[in-house]
């Protein structure tokens, strides 16, 4: 069964600071990824997801994340935040098979400083 | 731009009331899911669908959740009695039909529930 961790709960980064958000996966092949983001009172809308080829991903709103096969992440990046970025952000792990749930992680919520 | 409804967007109620959620997908897509967000327990799965049938509703409370999907074009959440530990976001997602959607699931707005 798969199943994901996002061990940072809340992290605060000045503003034009670079981002890293941490994501690891539990599942015994090349799983499906995603980052999600979910502003206040809103719902979730899909960054960016991993499927297969190349590892680096690129999303929306210049984010990107890499798959690690080695170490079992999909880490999420930005190289410059925006006071915007403020969110929840979720990783989530889906297997490959025709449509099928997804497993969300706990969720990181990112607090941008000025 | 094809998106997911939902409605209401809000909902206060008094315990004991009955409360219906209603989901429209994205037309074509044939799975729905019902999702329940907390601050305590974050996102939790409820129920999915797909073509119409329910897959899984084993993260549902049977005593008094329902999930249905009279049409293709609709799903509905329904809470008979509701309480207060109910009050929740809930939302509604969809995903395409076929492998070449990888899984990925489309969010709708949300419905905030208040049960008093």
């Known amino acids: 069964a798969q199943s994901v961790t996002q061990p940072d709960i809340h992290i605060t980064v000045s503003e034009g600071a670079s981002l890293e958000l941490r994501c690891n996966y539990s599942?015994?092949?090349?799983?499906?990824l995603f980052w999600y983001v979910q502003s206040p009172g809103q719902g979730l809308q899909l960054l960016l997801k991993?499927?297969?080829?190349?590892?680096l991903v690129q999303g929306i709103k210049g984010f990107e994340a890499e798959f690690k096969r080695s170490q079992s992440s999909f880490n999420l990046r930005k190289p410059s935040v925006h006071w915007s970025d403020a969110a929840e952000y979720f990783c989530?792990?889906?297997?490959?098979?025709?449509?099928?749930?997804?497993?969300f992680g706990s969720g990181t919520r990112l607090s941008i400083r000025p | 731009d094809a998106r997911v409804t939902q409605t209401p967007r809000h909902k206060v109620t008094e315990m004991g009331q009955e409360v219906t959620m209603r989901c429209q997908p994205i037309l074509g897509h044939n799975t729905v899911f019902w999702y329940r967000q907390t601050m305590m327990q974050g996102l939790e799965l409820l129920a999915y669908?797909?073509?119409?049938?329910?897959?899984?509703d084993s993260g549902m409370p049977k005593d008094r959740f329902s999930a249905e999907m009279p049409d293709a074009t609709l799903a509905t959440l329904k809470i008979q009695p509701s309480e207060p530990r109910d009050s929740a976001v809930y939302f509604c997602?969809?995903?395409?039909?076929?492998?070449?959607?990888?899984?990925?699931?489309?969010f709708g707005p949300g419905t905030r529930l208040t049960v008093l």
């Open positions: 669908f797909r073509n119409r049938a329910p897959l899984d």
């Open positions: 599942y015994g092949a090349t799983p499906y």
């Open positions: 989530a792990v889906g297997a490959p098979s025709s449509a099928s749930k997804i497993i």
């Open positions: 991993y499927f297969s080829g190349d590892t």
């Open positions: 997602a969809s995903q395409d039909r076929g492998l070449q959607s990888h899984n990925e699931q489309f």
